[in-house]
């Protein structure tokens, strides 16, 4: 151990230190090796623990009419961005969902010939920011807590 890169000049409890933290550091590695290998998924997979994500009880029942107009929007979209395609995210032709947020909620004031609040084809600015608060969020928890890429999403 006396001749290991950091370890000369170290006393006996110097040394042991060291090796303790590059035994920790070892077992970091080892286990991000581990975690990178395991598979991805946007539930956990303990069965007690994905009771924890009431998806109908919450997320549909509270919110049916907005679910149901994002999904509309979703098509709205993929019909105007990609004509002649399955429906999918196509997440490289817009970025900036934060701007777009704040764009829509100012928008939501204005007359675009449908009405206060609605676009050019009637859709209410409201469920665009939904819309895109709900890609703001997909994204972030993939980038930041190892959610899977969405499978409705192409890069």
Known sequence: MEDRPGARG?????????ANR?????VAR????????????TLPLDSAERKNYPLFTATFRYFPATLAWVARLC???NDKHN?????HHARG???DHADCIL???????EDFGKGVGRDENGVPQVVMIAW???????EWLEKNEGAPLAPGARP
Not at 30 to 41: M, V
Not at 83 to 87: A, I, K, S, T
């Open 10 to 18: 170290l006393d006996e409890e110097g040394r042991h230190e060291l």
């Open 22 to 26: 590059r035994s920790a550091e070892g």
């Open 30 to 41: 080892h286990n991000a090796k581990l975690d990178a290998a395991a598979p991805k998924t």
């Open 75 to 77: 098509k709205i979209g």
């Open 83 to 87: 004509p002649g395609q399955e429906l």
């Open 93 to 95: 032709k817009s970025t």
């Open 103 to 109: 764009r829509h909620m100012m928008d939501m004031s």
């Open 132 to 138: 895109r608060a709900n890609a703001l969020c997909q």
